[in-house]
């Protein structure tokens, strides 16, 4: 049996560079790459909002002065980043007398510390995409059901909504002409940018639903779609239809609802990782995951954060 020494186990910056460059394993809206992520060196962001208007120009006699330029209002928005800190250990009791999961080997402090490290990650990624979930909504939540972030309040938005109405099949609506009002009320809330389609964060009742509507089931025969009668997700119009499904017990739709977000709208949807607290940190651009490793007193283990 090979001996287990602690005093190899690998430094934060080593881990730290290891963590932030495994393979991911996205959820189904991180998979949409909808949202622009970077680094940042501070914990409060600004964003800019510039907000115009676009009128028909009313013609003026040749040498006659032209129609005056109504400039667009400008704000600042002011977001503070939130913490989100993992901690763990690895005792010499985890390891001692244990043999590698799957294998013949004796366990060591290496692989139990990567492990370990992965469950955090994991445990991360799953935070970052019930935030994700959260912005089209509205409201970003955190683990306790509070307000991290108002969407509406901090932008000064009124959420639009449409009923769709398709819990009954034969109710008598059109789907073609409820995707086409949302459409619609999304582009006429963007003022001027030009959306190249949407995605609809969709729970799986409003899905199924859909599916078996009456009226698209209709619009199937018409348009011939018959590739959308399965998947995860099917086109409709402009917009595409995505189911996102719980995570457990975690709701990251609410349930008969769905959520449009405009396409191909630069800066629209971002994230932003401030650096980790600790003082070696401090100011430096932040990366979406950072582990610090500290040996226990009298060589017990390690603890990592």
Do not use: W
Not at 80 to 103: K, P
Not at 225 to 252: H, K, W
Not at 256 to 281: H, K, M, N, T, Y
Not at 284 to 294: A, M
């Amino acid at each position: 049996m090979s001996n287990v020494v602690f005093s190899d186990y690998f430094n934060g910056v080593e881990l730290t560079a290891a963590v932030n460059s495994a393979p991911n394993v996205p959820g189904v809206i991180a998979a949409q790459k909808q949202y622009e992520e970077k680094g940042v060196p501070t914990t409060r962001i600004a964003i800019e909002e510039k907000r115009g208007s676009l009128s028909v120009i009313q013609s003026t006699p040749r040498g006659s002065s032209g129609e005056t330029l109504k400039p667009g209002t400008r704000r600042i928005v002011e977001l503070s980043t939130v913490c989100l800190s993992v901690r763990a250990a690895v005792t010499a009791a985890q390891v001692q007398d244990q043999r590698a999961f799957g294998g013949i080997d004796a366990e060591t402090a290496e692989r139990v510390q990567k492990e370990t490290g992965e469950l955090i990650r994991s445990n991360l990624e799953l935070t970052l995409e019930y935030q994700r979930a959260g912005a089209p909504k509205g409201l970003v939540k955190d683990a306790d059901g509070s307000t991290l972030l108002d969407v509406y309040a901090e932008f000064a938005m009124t959420q639009q909504t449409v009923p769709f109405n398709t819990v009954t099949a034969s109710t008598a609506i059109r789907v073609l002409d409820k995707i086409t009002a949302a459409e619609r009320k999304s582009i006429d809330a963007l003022t001027g940018a030009n959306a190249t389609g949407f995605l609809a964060y969709c729970s799986r009742s409003f899905i199924d639903n859909l599916r078996n509507h009456d009226s698209y089931q209709k619009l199937l025969e018409t348009l011939r779609m018959e590739q959308a009668r399965t998947g995860a997700m099917f086109r409709i119009g402009r917009t595409d239809f995505l189911e996102v499904p719980n995570a457990g017990n975690i709701e990251f739709i609410p349930d008969g609802e769905a959520f449009l977000v405009p396409q191909g709208i630069p800066g629209l949807c971002i994230s932003r990782f401030a650096p980790a607290d600790r003082l070696s940190e401090a100011n430096q651009t932040g990366n979406p995951f950072s582990i610090k490793v500290e040996p226990m007193p009298f060589d017990r283990g390690v603890a990592i954060e």
